[in-house]
């Protein structure tokens, strides 16, 4: 059940013992680069004061500004030989930010995800099935290689295609898959749609569930529809990508690799660090990246760290799955909102469909804030006051939730925006 059982049940004293050797490494290799040399000399910084993971708190936080101003080769802690792979973030928000990789970062990389992949079930007799988009993106690339070391067989089908997914399955005998999990949902209705039911007709048994948030609601609508045990994975690509954290069979957090990280939760206005249990966001430190070492990268994922030990055995500690982003807030009438709690109060509503999209308007000096929903087929054939009932139902869960009363308008299924990537959740029209 481990892929490295001396590394996954290390005791905490030892754990913390190798991540101080760890980081005492990555300082040095850090000050090859032109922005840490920079940045500690400034604060005049004497990195062998640094002795235990709990001296981290000297060290300065990194920001992706601070990767975007020193792109491309800034951050770099090696010379450019030694590098084999270069990654880029999708840039959605301004700039890319692009993370290089050596050998050794690759090879390091591989191991964990393998070792989340491993811990989940999957073996060498594994079809691992991988509907992540391949290229600059890390999710596809990153699992692939995993699900190599394993030994499983890999169909690398990347994203979209629906039809052919559903065919690339059958006809291979798929038992694992790595999807997007607004896109498990789209799925839903064209094995529906096309009358192939995923439980009778393949042999899917488990799915990654990565590279967006998505509410417990949502896991279960999934594994209920497709009749397989859906595991939530976290990473970001300045952190490699994927298997940054994975959940275990008990489905209760993600356990965060802390031989290759060192996590903390921040205060993300203060910037004070936050005690085991508090939600805040999530900082982290490579320890094993040789390219490119970065220290306290502030994440911008919103979680925290749940307290105490997991029945599973491993002594790395998980993380609640992401509740948001710092950036992701929205503010409506001096209300911070999130999408995901949207979402959360969306997927108790029985006849509420798969997907969703809020518009934010601004009339005057008024926000208003309006949440298209898809409803389930069924409801459209049936009369227009239980339409209304529903729709009144809706308005009344997320007031009592966000506070704010929204307009709701109900869509036909499969009338929204299509998520063959991350899904569109909020389109933002207010100018100021
Ligand atoms: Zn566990």
New binding site residues.
């Given amino acids: 059940m481990y892929w490295e059982k001396e590394i996954e049940t290390m005791d905490r004293a030892n754990l913390e013992k190798m991540q101080a050797a760890r980081l005492g490494e990555t300082l040095a290799r850090a000050t090859r680069s032109v922005h840490y040399r920079k940045v500690f000399k400034a604060m005049k910084l004497d990195t062998d004061r640094i002795r235990t993971a709990a001296d981290i708190g000297m060290l300065p936080l990194t920001t992706k500004e601070d990767l975007r101003e020193q792109w491309p080769y800034g951050f770099l802690a090696c010379s450019r030989d030694e590098l084999i792979r270069m990654h880029s973030s999708s840039g959605t928000t301004g700039r890319a930010t692009v993370i290089f990789h050596t050998g050794g970062d690759i090879a390091a990389w591989t191991n964990l995800l393998a070792r989340s992949m491993y811990?989940t079930g999957m073996r060498r007799s594994d079809v691992f099935q991988n509907m992540m988009t391949y290229g600059l993106f890390t999710g596809g690339l990153g699992f692939h290689y995993g699900a190599e070391k394993i030994g499983a067989l890999v169909i690398p089908a990347g994203a979209g295609n629906s039809k052919r997914q559903i065919q690339l399955m059958r006809d291979f005998d798929t038992s694992v898959i790595h999807i997007i999990p607004s896109y498990a949902l789209h799925l839903s209705t064209v094995f529906t749609e096309t009358g192939v039911d995923p439980r009778r007709d393949t042999r899917l048994k488990i799915a990654f569930l990565g590279a967006e948030p998505h509410s417990e609601k949502m896991r279960r609508k999934i594994e209920e529809f497709y009749g397989f045990k859906g595991f939530n994975s976290y990473g970001l690509s300045e952190m490699n990508g994927p298997g940054v954290a994975f959940?275990?069979?008990?489905q209760?957090?993600m356990?965060i690799w802390e031989d290759n990280y060192i996590v903390e939760i921040i205060d993300p206005v203060t910037l004070k660090r936050l005690p085991e249990g508090e939600e805040g966001e999530l900082v982290m430190t490579t320890l094993l990246r040789e390219g490119m070492p970065i220290i306290r990268y502030r994440t911008k994922d919103l979680t925290r760290i749940i307290p105490g030990p997991?029945?599973?055995?491993?002594t790395?500690r998980?993380i609640e799955r992401i509740t948001g982003r710092t950036d992701d807030m929205m503010i409506l009438k001096g209300v911070n909102i999130f999408p995901i709690q949207i979402e959360k109060k969306l997927m108790e509503i029985p006849g509420v469909g798969t997907n969703f999209l809020i518009i934010l308007d601004r009339e005057g000096y008024n926000d208003q804030m309006t949440v298209k929903v898809e409803i389930e087929r069924e409801f459209f054939g049936g009369d227009l006051q239980q339409l209304e009932a529903l729709r009144h139902r809706i308005v009344e869960e997320l007031r009592s939730d966000i506070l704010i009363t929204p307009r709701v308008d109900l869509v036909e299924p499969d009338s929204l925006p299509k998520s063959e990537g991350k899904a569109v959740r909020v389109v933002d029209n207010r100018k100021d």
């Fill in positions: 811990m959940e275990c069979p008990e209760n957090g356990h997991c029945p599973c055995g491993r790395h998980r």
